[in-house]
DNA sequence: TGGATTTAGTTTCATCTGCAACCAATGGCA
DNA sequence: TGCCATTGGTTGCAGATGAAACTAAATCCA
């Protein structure tokens, strides 16, 4: 009531540096930007791609929308990915016997051999960035992100 | 040498929705997703534009180039969100008088006012998402991302 | 059965994005 | 001074994106 410094304001207090969406989006895109340029490069891979390759490369037979489940794409996203995947012949689609809208993807020999050549360069991405915290950080890191996931989830 | 499973390979080891990049990007979507959705709505305000306004609500007068470097984003990015802005007359651009080149923006009354009232509304939401955390693990969560927003830089 | 509803996936369209080329003003320097 | 390189900012174009409409197949249920 007595208090003299000028009034604060909404916009005091909104820094966007220290803004953890902002802040979020910034670390999200320089990671992603970072590793999908190397496999962008060496393998005309783009995000959602890839995205499609490492979720088939260990669960093989999965549909479009089961693909877009597990990667949380839309199903747009994922149908166009898939488009290139096949044409490309790194990805298979054959139609499941039982309900002929499904497709069951599955990677071919150049998918496998692809997924083979990209897995460990983008692990050793990641172990790059972890570099930078101790291992029991990384620790608290990670259980920090599940529930923010979950938090985030029901915003 | 004598193991009798199969190969690991790298496909074992790469595990999407473990994945720190893959981890990051969902996480930064669904947050920075339902701040915009609000904001959207109620102001007609796209991602951009909210942060060309939340960063010239504190620093009035800045140059384009000078927003992109504060939000990260690249200059074509500032210069279109700023198109729309003072279209909107949510932000006035006047000539420097030293470099004619140069444009320094400041927020109109009209887009004072649409800060005032987002800015809350931001933080409110971000209040919400950290509210998952305690106090202490808040401050680890940023200390943490100061550190990898660092070592991402130089991926 | 046979319509009405739901589900899988694709296509369309309108918008967004980003690189590269561009224009204009400035600064460097011979 | 006058030319060249640099910088601030915009525009053109080509690819990415997402919501909504659409097709086709399967399921529900009277």
Redesign the interface.
């Known amino acids: 009531m007595a208090s003299v410094k000028r009034k604060p304001?909404?916009?005091?207090?909104?820094?966007?540096?220290d803004?953890?969406?902002?802040?979020?989006?910034?670390?999200?895109?320089?990671?992603?930007g970072?590793?999908a340029a190397r496999y962008a490069k060496a393998f005309a891979l783009s995000i959602p791609e890839w995205?499609v390759i490492?979720?088939l490369?260990?669960r093989p037979g999965l549909t479009a929308t089961e693909v877009a489940e597990?990667?949380?794409m839309d199903k747009v996203a994922v149908s166009r990915a898939v488009a290139r995947l096949v044409a490309a012949k790194r990805v298979a689609a054959q139609a499941d016997a039982r309900d002929a809208r499904r497709q069951r993807l599955t990677l071919t020999r150049e998918g496998e051999s692809v997924?083979?050549?990209i897995?460990?360069m983008?692990?050793e991405?990641?172990q790059?960035?972890?570099?930078?915290?101790t291992v029991r950080?990384r620790a608290?890191?990670n259980a920090?992100?599940d529930?923010?996931?979950?938090?985030?989830?029901n915003?």
């Open positions: 304001g909404p916009a005091e207090l909104l820094v966007l540096e803004f953890l969406p902002y802040r979020l989006s910034v670390l999200s895109n320089r990671v992603s970072a590793i995205r490492a979720v490369g260990r597990a990667t949380e997924h083979a050549r897995a460990p983008a692990l991405s990641e790059r960035l972890l570099s930078a915290l950080e608290d890191l920090l992100l529930r923010l996931l979950i938090a985030a989830r915003l």
